[in-house]
């Protein structure tokens, strides 16, 4: 089985472009999270989607976006680059019941974005 | 929220060795994983723990949820063990909340 793909693997931006993520989970898998990591604060969440549906929402401001198309495959956008959006965005599907904890959540390789 | 706290930050080991990381939470968790993230970043599932043993290989894992604990073991240590080494956690809102990581090297 195919694991979870990021495209593009990496990007380079200029502050006040936007930029658009990809994500493709594993075959079944029906919710994906996307994360951000920074040498300062760690990995952090983002937001989930459920079924096409926002289910969780991290601490990011409105700058940051997503979401799901019917196929389970999600995009972000951040819109208004800042030079402190540089980072790995890394995204994770997993099997999950509508409501309830996840199940194992696999990572994808990441997009590493570079904002100049 | 909840706190992630792992230890030590660094661990530098000469091929062979054995380790005992440590991750400990400051509430009561949904479910518990393990990752290993390799120098390029990818994030490499090692275990999905919420409570009791599991073994892989070298590797093994023990989550004691009532103690707020958990412990990965990596036994006859290779230098491809190296990299950072991640717990997280899931909170009541179903979210993951990640420890700072264990930087492991491992010298041939």
């Known amino acids: 089985k195919a694991g979870v793909t990021q495209t593009p693997r990496y990007l380079i931006k200029t502050r006040g472009q936007q930029v658009t993520l990809s994500c493709s989970p594993i075959s079944g898998h029906r919710s994906v999270s996307w994360y951000q990591q920074t040498p300062g604060q760690g990995l952090q969440f983002l937001f989930e989607y459920f079924s096409e549906t926002q289910r969780n929402k991290g601490n990011f401001p409105g700058r940051f976006s997503g979401r799901q198309f019917s196929n389970s495959r999600s995009e972000m956008n951040v819109s208004t680059l800042e030079l402190g959006d540089s980072a790995l965005y890394l995204c994770?599907?997993?099997?999950?019941?509508?409501?309830?904890?996840?199940?194992?959540?696999?990572f994808g390789p990441g997009t590493r974005l570079t904002v100049l | 929220g909840i706190q992630v706290e792992q230890s030590p930050p660094d661990l530098i080991l000469q091929e062979g060795a054995n380790s005992t990381l440590r991750c400990n939470f400051s509430?009561?968790?949904?479910?518990l994983q393990w990752f290993h993230q390799n120098p390029w970043g990818q994030l490499i599932n090692l275990f999905y723990?919420?409570?009791?043993?599991k073994q892989n290989g070298r590797l093994s894992a023990t989550t004691v949820a009532t103690e707020r604990y958990s412990l990965l073991y990596i036994s006859s240590s290779q230098t491809t063990d190296s990299g950072v080494y991640f717990c997280?956690?899931?909170?009541?809102?179903?979210?993951?909340?990640w420890g700072t990581g264990t930087k492991l090297i491992i010298k041939p």
């Open positions: 723990i919420p409570s009791g043993t």
């Open positions: 997280a956690v899931e909170d009541s809102n179903y979210q993951l909340i």
């Open positions: 994770a599907s997993s099997l999950l019941k509508r409501e309830g904890p996840h199940n194992e959540q696999f």
């Open positions: 509430d009561s968790v949904n479910n």
